[in-house]
């Protein structure tokens, strides 16, 4: 009789989301204080120019390239000294980098577009993609803790960016993922999903949620659905997770099973939620609902977990 260990898919649920697809060698156990500018004396070193929540991309062929050379960042008001050193790809050191220029001050060869817009539009592979979403949740973390929690002085990068140093009380901050839990509470038949109020038209989704300190996923994903919805879970089942750099969050996938079918929605919170039935979400994926119901699009974590209970008959 066989037994095998790991009885899942070669590949899991989480290589299918949007920004799952970063390649970069980390090399986290070889980060040295010097590292950036190490890396920016490379070469062959790429960088992703950021400004304000924008990616900034060169017109090139009809298409878009997000890499820049150190040199060809300069014109563009790149802070080097505040770049963080993602890793390393085949090619060489991959670093993120603030822009200093305004997106509205831009050559006509370079645009600045949102992040959202550059992955929904699916502007650049996957490789790129998840590269962004890692440099993006870390300028955004430097960003907001440029001060010392404890003393309030001035902290210092250090690491290739995955630290800061008080030089003051010396007390060390490293880079925080907040953690979201994002449920989809389902029967064989049915299945439940909400509409926020800031949701593109006709969208809904997936119940989501920031887990709280002292809390596992699973009372998160319990608590969040009671809280919105008034529906009691029994089971919970981890799906897959998906890095989201809107500023720096890791949303946790998971199914739930109901326990009552009456729904008491928190109307502060939501707009509307109700139970959906199979035929009409598979007809919402595929953008045909006759009401023009849609569910979040494909990359979002969301779209996964509807899909995989939607295509589980």
Known sequence: ???RLFDA?????SQFVGFAGNMIDRQSENRADDSVEKALADPSARLLLMHGGRLYLKLIG??????FGAEESRPLEASLDRGVLLGFSDSGPVLAVPAGIDPEQLPDTIKGIDYRSVYMQGLIDEAAAGAMAQGAALLAWH???RFCSKCGAEAAMRAGGYKRLCPACATEHFPRT??????LTA?????LLGRGRHFAPGMYSALAGFIEPGETIEAAVRRETLEEAGIRLGRVVYHASQPWPFPYSLMIGC???PLNDDIQADLNELEDCRWFFRDEV????????PGGLVTPPKGAIAYNLIRAWADSA
């Open 178 to 183: 907040d953690p979201v839990a994002i449920m």
């Open 282 to 289: 598979l007809s919402m994926l595929a953008r045909e609902h």
């Open 187 to 191: 029967t064989r038949e049915k299945c």
């Open 143 to 145: 960003a907001s803790h």
């Open 9 to 13: 898919p070669l590949r899991e649920p």
């Open 1 to 3: 009789m066989s037994f």
């Open 255 to 257: 199914f739930g099973e």
């Open 62 to 67: 009809g298409g878009f390239d997000p890499w």
